[in-house]
């Protein structure tokens, strides 16, 4: 499986309906060369620009959607279409990632449960999710995280839980915070016997640097390629069977005992 991790830069003074060209060409780009793409987080505003988030809103089926959708079958790909700020029917807003069948069909819709900023920002601006999120292709099952979801262990024990072996997190982690990025995705992988797929964006949102260094880990925690800094496409081939092989070479996952229901007295 061959899959293609987008690391678009949110440039400053770039319009939303630009950067929704350029990310659907950087799409269409991946086309014969990757069977998943994937995009980063909030890429049509910029995961720290908190003032446009209202104004850039957008209900599930908007603009992007539309987009994306095209990309996606356009190039053949399944597509994973980073987050976008959503404007749900209840008027809420949520960050909201897609992901598109080579068909152009929504595959799945995942609203990001663990909202980053503590007292402002996303934490206070955007509703939190409540489901889980899989995605079964024809080489493994996804599943669906998003940027500060990466600190929470138990959110990937449900995914696991649920059947996910590739583990897939658009961001947008500021360059402050890197080494934390680098470390959790390790950690997701081994801790989980998954491949992890994460993708960053590069550029500067709202005066905050960001990362970059979107990064593809395998079930052993070995680093199969990792991006720089700036814009960049990451592709890397790997095998899911691995998944399966190491969890049967060192079954951890079955030694798990919290958790678990408690013996009744």
């Known amino acids: 499986m061959r899959a293609s991790l987008i690391q678009i830069a949110v440039n400053e003074g770039e319009s939303v309906a630009d950067r929704r060209l350029r990310a659907a060409s950087l799409v269409r780009e991946q086309a014969g060369s990757a069977d998943l793409v994937v995009l980063p987080e909030l890429w049509t505003c910029g995961a720290f620009a908190y003032e446009e988030f209202g104004t850039e809103a957008e209900p ?9 959708a095209k990309a996606a079958s356009d190039a053949g790909v399944w597509l994973h279409a980073g987050s976008i700020p959503e404007r749900g029917p209840d008027g809420h807003l949520y960050n909201t990632s897609l992901v598109f069948s080579p068909s152009g069909d929504l595959a799945a819709a995942y609203r990001k449960i663990h909202r980053f900023g503590f007292d402002k920002g996303e934490a206070v601006l955007m509703g939190a999710g409540r489901q889980l999120v899989t995605v079964r292709l024809p080489w493994t ?8 979801d990466l600190r929470f262990p138990e959110l990937f024990r449900g ?3 649920a059947g996910a072996e590739t583990l897939v997190i658009p961001a947008g982690w500021p360059e402050r915070r890197r080494a934390h990025w680098t470390l959790l995705a390790q950690a997701r992988a081994v801790e989980n016997q998954a491949f992890v797929l994460a993708c960053g964006t590069a ?18 925690g070995e680093v199969l390629a990792e991006a720089g800094a700036g814009e960049e496409a990451l592709t890397v081939e790997f095998d899911p069977a691995k998944v399966a092989t190491t969890r049967e070479q060192f079954p951890a996952l ?3 005992v919290l958790g678990l229901e408690a013996p009744r007295r």
């Not at 550029?203 to 052993?220: C, E, K």
């Open 60 to 68: 599930l089926e908007g603009p992007t959607f539309e987009a994306m």
């Open 141 to 148: 099952t996804l599943g669906v995280a998003t940027c500060y």
């Open 159 to 161: 995914l696991v839980d």
């Open 203 to 220: 550029g500067t949102h709202a005066g905050v640097p960001q990362a970059g260094h979107s990064i593809v880990v395998d079930p052993w």
């Open 254 to 256: 079955k030694d798990r």
